[in-house]
């Protein structure tokens, strides 16, 4: 049950970010808001299985999480007409990243999940990460580095329908 959970908190948080990078202004922050909350409820759902497997980096994994989500509320903030600047919402993504490699070290070692999901996205974090930095610091546009984001994008897609059609090994 808990697979399936994940697995459509992952969909949902891609799905809405998709919409959201595509979208302005009240829309934009809804969307948004969206994956925000879906993102918010995913380590905490699968703390009590990642911490059987390494405590200290499923905690690290939610606290990562959490930070994500706090800067990723940043972009909501035009929704109250509240001026803030958009570093701190593309700061979001470097803990996304932090959050990837931790939870895939987990799942590696776990083998919840086969270990070429967890090897997949361990190597598309590097690229997604570069990308996220040279866009926070204002290098690249979001849309240029935007295939360096796709085969995480694509990973987390794999492994949101393998826990909603498979579940978690008995690792």
Known sequence: MTARVVGSLFITATAAG??????????????????AVAI????????PILKQHGEGLA???????????????????PIAQIQIDELWGHASAIYFCVSVALLNTLLFR???????????ALIAVVPYLGGAA????????QTQAGALFVPL?????????????KGFSKG
Do not use: H, K
């Not at 998709?18 to 994956?35: D, E, K, N, P, Y």
């Not at 776990?110 to 997949?120: A, E, M, N």
């Open 18 to 35: 998709v919409v959201s990078a595509a979208t302005q202004g009240t829309t934009r922050g809804l969307c948004v808001f969206i994956m």
């Open 40 to 47: 918010a409820f995913i380590a905490p759902t699968l703390f």
């Open 59 to 77: 905690m690290g994994y939610v606290v990562a999480r959490t930070l994500e989500v706090v800067l990723l509320m940043t972009a909501i903030a």
């Open 110 to 120: 776990s083998r919840l999940v086969p270990r070429w999901i967890s090897v997949w």
């Open 134 to 141: 040279l866009v926070l610091f204002d290098i690249l546009q």
């Open 153 to 165: 994008a694509i990973n987390e897609m794999v492994l949101a329908v393998w826990l909603l059609v």
